[in-house]
T-cell receptor
Framework: AQSVTQPDIHITVSEGASLELRCNYSYGATPYLFWYVQSPGQGLQLLLKYFSGDTLVQGIKGFEAEFKRSQSSFNLRKPSVHWSDAAEYFCAVGGAGGTSYGKLTFGQGTILTVHP | EAQVTQNPRYLITVTGKKLTVTCSQNMNHEYMSWYRQDPGLGLRQIYYSMNVEVTDKGDVPEGYKVSRKEKRNFPLILESPSPNQTSLYFC?????????????FGPGTRLTVL
């Protein structure tokens, strides 16, 4: 069964500091990996996704993530955090083809607080 | 505007009173799905549908029903709601033919069952 673990429930950083949110996944084949962001009271917005190819993917709002197959990780990074980045972040894994298509498993989420 | 819409956005009901939450998308997506979001648990998939008349269980299907009679609509039915179904529900859709598995989410429906 596929699964996602986000080890950090809550992270606090200062504005302007760098950020790394951790995501570890379990999936039996090549995964499709996603990071979503949810601002308070809002729906989910896709930040970036990895399907294949270059293991470093760029997303919106200055975020990037690196797929490391050997570590089963897909960590999200941002070099300089802005106060508007305060939100909850979800990592998700999904498959492609056959019965696994469309089953998307989310992690528990990481709440990011940004101090001025 | 391409979007996924859900109605109602907020609903308070009582135990045992049947309810339906509607979901509609205007992007001609084959795939649609329902999730519930609970604090500390992230999003958990309830049901998904690969296309019209094709549905399958997600991780937490108990107490829910779905139907997919039209491509654009995917209603979530709670035949006899219970308090443990109090949650925030999201509908999502995705194109199948592109192979991307990228899902577009609706704004959410906050359900309270008393």
């Amino acid at each position: 069964a596929q699964s996602v673990t986000q080890p950090d429930i809550h992270i606090t950083v200062s504005e302007g500091a760098s950020l790394e949110l951790r995501c570890n996944y379990s999936y039996g084949a090549t995964p499709y990996l996603f990071w979503y962001v949810q601002s308070p009271g809002q729906g989910l917005q896709l930040l970036l996704k990895y399907f294949s190819g270059d293991t470093l993917v760029q997303g919106i709002k200055g975020f990037e993530a690196e797929f490391k197959r050997s570590q089963s990780s897909f960590n999200l990074r941002k070099p300089s955090v802005h106060w508007s980045d305060a939100a909850e972040y979800f990592c998700a894994v999904g498959g492609a083809g056959g019965t696994s298509y469309g089953k998307l498993t989310f992690g528990q989420g990481t709440i990011l607080t940004v101090h001025p | 505007e391409a979007q996924v819409t859900q109605n109602p956005r907020y609903l308070i009901t009582v135990t045992g009173k049947k309810l339906t939450v509607t979901c509609s998308q205007n992007m001609n997506h084959e795939y649609m799905s329902w999730y519930r979001q609970d604090p500390g648990l992230g999003l958990r998939q309830i049901y998904y549908s690969m296309n019209v008349e094709v549905t399958d269980k997600g991780d937490v299907p108990e107490g829910y029903k779905v139907s997919r009679k039209e491509k654009r609509n995917f209603p979530l039915i709670l035949e006899s709601p219970s308090p443990n179904q109090t949650s925030l529900y999201f509908c999502a859709s995705s194109p199948v033919t592109s192979g991307s598995n990228e899902q577009f989410f609706g704004p959410g429906t906050r359900l309270t069952v008393l």
